[in-house]
């Protein structure tokens, strides 16, 4: 019996551009609202995601896939950053001179305000959202294929491609090791 690969996701060419609008969306109701929950986090990002809805540019079952894409991408870098006290760049696993500075600032704004309920985030973690897969929309960094374990660079919001190298589907962010006792 063999594997049956997960049927990519397909959006619009205007995902990328969506998912970055939500995120500053996100980031502008965040900077006014100083400290928050993962509860209101939540609320925001919904919000958010509405008033990309109302521009009438994407579906409601892209804008529910893209919501799903920010949550998974916030939960795993405020994640990150608390357990490692890392910054973004060793999340993202490059140079940030390749990142437009706007899309930096904002997943750094929202990584701290994700740090308040980090327990609440750990909990959360701890079920298999932590894998991506082609088609969906991410964050800029560093995947690694699951099957071949051949890396993929996104230097910018962008729609994940199926491996380069053996066409496999699903992938894992690589972001700089690090050790629980060092931290």
């Not at 019996?1 to 939500?22: C, F, G, L, V, W």
């Not at 965040?30 to 809805?53: C, M, P, T």
């Not at 993202?92 to 706007?102: P, R």
């Not at 082609?134 to 230097?155: D, F, H, I, N, W």
Request: aromatic share 6%; hydrophobic share 35%.
């Amino acid at each position: 019996m063999s594997k049956q690969e997960p049927t990519t996701p397909k959006h619009s060419e205007n995902a990328p551009a969506a998912y970055d609008r939500i995120l500053e969306q996100l980031r502008q109701r965040l900077d006014k609202a100083g400290e928050v929950s993962w509860e209101y986090l939540q609320e925001q990002i919904e919000e958010a995601a509405e008033v990309e809805l109302a521009a009438e540019e994407m579906t409601r079952d892209e804008i529910e896939l893209l919501k799903a894409y920010l949550r998974r991408d916030l939960k795993q870098l405020g994640y990150y950053a608390h357990e490692t006290g890392e910054g973004i760049a060793a999340w993202l696993h490059f140079d940030l001179d390749f990142l437009e500075q706007k899309i930096k600032q904002s997943l750094m704004d929202l990584a701290d305000k994700t740090r308040v309920q980090h327990e609440l985030l750990r909990e959360q973690l701890a079920h298999s959202e932590d894998q991506y897969l082609a088609g969906e929309v991410s964050a800029p960094g560093t995947l690694r294929c699951l099957q071949c374990g051949e890396k993929q660079q996104l230097k910018a919001t962008e729609r994940i491609q199926p491996c380069s190298h053996c066409g496999a589907v699903l992938f894992e962010r690589v972001s700089l090791p690090w050790s629980p006792e060092g931290h």
